[in-house]
Every structure is written in structure tokens, then in C-alpha cells.
């Protein structure tokens, strides 16, 4: 059994608190986390993503489920008033993702029976279905937006395959990535674009219970299975999250039923490491597995992931993982829907619907003044 410790702030106000947790069934170093969490939407919400730009505003999309509305919500930096706007109603049951271009607008994606986009042009919003007709759509759906400003998406069509589109010169051109009608690979997906702009994706197939990559070189797509399940530990890739290393070389962090596990790209190979074993999932569902991984400023790995202990945060020191129990459970199998982001000051910042309220909130990481001067992170070359 872990125990954990919050030591709480003597100013905690209007839902506004600190705190400062401390695994202590699991020796560390003297690193700490300080997280501070708020509120988004008391009245209830789910599916939330959330983006943070240059000037460090935050940027969050979320469905709130009395009426069906894909809801937007902004907070300028420095302050703690959330501007909220609904782009549209009566929507009923789906997942979303919200990224920001290089001009600091955000790009929404979501999936309600069908793959809609939406973006903020500076003055108002626009949307618009992306394929339209092409059959049901579900699940998640991943976004990124090229400098040059033109979105691509990727989806999940329960029977019909893995989708993968671009807008170019007005028209959205989509085709199907991977699988077929027995085949249902993408439920679980997550895009990065290189710096040349190029997409890569990390996504899973279910029921073969399969990691797979695929990869677009600028002439045309390259597929690989990344793990299997003819290894230890069951099905892979639910929850799979991706991101790019300075080198451009993805990093992959996914479960399978057992233990949460990160793959990384070094110099053409994949190597592959347990980052937590953890308690055994039973009648397990789709939205137990969240994951969202990211890289400091010195290349390490940072995983904001949910499990049946809790809401946890997991990261290399340079030799080790080290992990941290942000929320613990307060219901059996709660589900957290968190996302994650990391600003580039390294503040960590995490959506997630409260287990027991329904509420959004919104959870922010520093690492303590105390570990920053006493305990420097190990540099991306003595990385796993």
C-alpha cells in the first residue's frame, strides 16, 4: 500500500489550494513537485484538453454533457478569471483535443458520430465537419497544426479504419491510414509533426492488441509495429501518447494491462522501458487509460497518466523513473480524463474531471524552490 501526504498551505480560498504530496511507500530524492488546483468548470464537464501558448495563456476545451456543448475556455496568464465560450450545442457524447499555431490560435478537433474541426480566426470562430458522410465516428481524435498554418487530423471509424486528413487550399483530403472492418486500429491515438512538418503517429489496434507508428517521410506513409502482445503483459498501446525530442526522434508513452511503458526512438532503434508497474485493471473500459507524455528543458521525460492509485505523475531524473501521486483515488475506479501539458518554463499543467464532483479542473506542477537549487535534472544524453 502507498501512503500519501498532502501538506496544505495556510491560505486555501474559493477552491484555490497548494499542495505539496509525498509517496512515501517509495523512497526518492529530494526532488518535490508543488501543485496547485482550481477549478474550470464547477458545474461539470468531460473530455477536456488543454494547450498553453507563447505568452503562457491557457487554452482548454472541454464537453460539458447537460446539453451537449463543446465548451472553450481561456485564461490570461497572471490571473485566475476563466473566460468561457460555447462553440456549439446539443452534440451528445465525444471526445476532443485543442492545440494552438504559431500565431497563438487555437485549433479545436472533436467526435461527435462524426470528425469536426473548429478554429478561432482572431475574431470569431468557424467549423466544419471533415469528411463528412464517411461513416460513424468515435472515440479520439488528434490535431496539429503546420507553420504554415494548415491543420491535420487523425480519427477513429469503428469499423472502417484509422483516418488521417489535411486541409489544403480549402478542401480536406482525407484517406484511411490503417485497418478494416475486423481491425480496429486508432481508438487510441496521438500525432506529432516534425520540423520539416511531416506527421508521425502513434495510435493502437484493437482487438490484435498492438502498438503500431506510422510515419510520413514527405513522399508517402511507412507503418511498424512497435509492440505486441505476444510480449508480457497483454494487449499494448491503450492510451498512447507521443512526443518529439530535439533530435525529432518520438518518444511513446502507452499502457498494456499491467504497467504503464515508454518507448523511445535512439538513433534509428527503439528501446523499451517499464516506467510503473501497476495494480491490475479487471473489467477494464476504454477511459481508464489516459496518458500524455512530454520533455523538459533538459530532454526529460515527464508522463501525466491515471491508474487505479490515482492521478499520477511520473519522470527521469537521470537514472531512475520517479513517481508521484498528484490526486489520489477518491472512488474505486475513478476516471480522471486528465490531458496534459508542459509550458516552457517547465510548469506542468493538467485537465481532468474530478472523480466525485464531475467538475473540471485544472491542476498545475512546479517543481520546488528547494529541489531546483539542491537537485539539478540529469541532461537528455544520460536519458534511458
Known sequence: MCRLVARLSPSCAAGFCIFVFFLLARPTSAQTWTWTDSYIEPAGGQSSSIAVDRQNNLHVAYRVVIGGFLRYAFLPAGSTHWFKMDLEKDLGDFNTRIVVDQDDSPHVCYTPREIRYAKFDGRKWFSQTVDPGAGLVGYDCSIRITADGRPMLAWYWPGGGFHYGVLR???????????????????????????????????????????????????GWIRAVLDSQTSQGGPKGMGVAMTLDADQAPWISYYDEQSLMVMHQVNGKWTKQVVERLPQFRNWGWKQFHSDIALDKDGNPHIVFESLRGLEHAW?????????????????????????????????????????????????????????????????????
Open 169 to 219: 487550399e480549402g478542401i480536406w483530403r482525407a484517406l484511411i491510414l490503417d485497418g478494416n472492418g475486423n481491425d480496429y486500429a486508432g481508438k487510441w491515438n496521438s500525432m506529432s509533426l516534425d520540423s520539416q512538418g511531416n506527421p508521425q503517429i502513434a495510435y493502437s489496434d484493437f482487438p490484435g492488441g498492438e502498438l503500431r507508428y506510422a510515419v510520413n517521410n514527405g513522399q
Open 316 to 384: 527521469w531524473n537521470g537514472s531512475e523513473w520517479k513517481i508521484q501521486i498528484i490526486i489520489a483515488p477518491a472512488i474505486i475506479s475513478s476516471y480522471f480524463d486528465n490531458n496534459m501539458i508542459m509550458g516552457k518554463d517547465d510548469t506542468i499543467y493538467v485537465t481532468y474531471t474530478d472523480p466525485l464532483e464531475r467538475s473540471v479542473k485544472l491542476v498545475v506542477g512546479r517543481l520546488s524552490s528547494e529541489t531546483q537549487a539542491n537537485d539539478k535534472v540529469a541532461k537528455a544524453g544520460k536519458q534511458p
